[in-house]
């Protein structure tokens, strides 16, 4: 139990520190500009570590309760196998929703799916050598 809150705690600030790096720089501001006209000014930093921190014990619960279900046999293996999971369901899935509702750049929803794709596969990796179903 302790180390499923260590490793959530870990991977809510993950989420969060690569959210920022992925979404506030500069390339990324001009990226998404299409996004200017509906976007918030200013971020509430505490609100977002909250949910950052939310999404931590979630995701590594839901990979605890997958563990033994997810191909490959190392935890290596296991968690990129959970990476792939989520970014499909997070990502993908959002990207398609947005290519077909909004006229955003094709480049800027590249961009998700690709960041999006490392972020989950970083994720996967924390939890599949750090995390094991308890005996």
């Not at 993950?14 to 996004?35: E, H, K, P, S, V």
């Not at 961009?111 to 308890?134: D, F, R």
Request: hydrophobic share 55%.
């Amino acid at each position: 139990m302790t180390s499923y809150v260590i490793v959530s705690v870990v991977s809510g600030v993950l989420f969060g520190i690569l959210d920022g790096l992925i979404n506030a720089n500069r390339a990324t501001r001009r990226l998404f500009a299409a996004y200017e006209p509906i976007a918030k000014q200013s971020v509430n930093f505490v609100t977002g570590i909250l949910i950052d921190l939310a999404y931590g014990f979630i995701m590594a619960g839901i990979f605890l309760l997958l563990h033994t279900s997810l191909p490959g046999a190392s935890g290596l293996v296991k968690g990129l196998s959970f990476g792939l999971l989520a970014w499909f369901f997070r990502v993908v899935m959002g990207v398609a929703s947005e290519w077909m509702t909004y006229n955003v750049p094709g480049a800027a929803l590249l961009y998700k799916l690709a960041t999006g794709l490392v972020e989950m596969l970083v994720l996967g990796v924390l939890y599949g050598l750090t995390l094991q179903p308890a005996a």
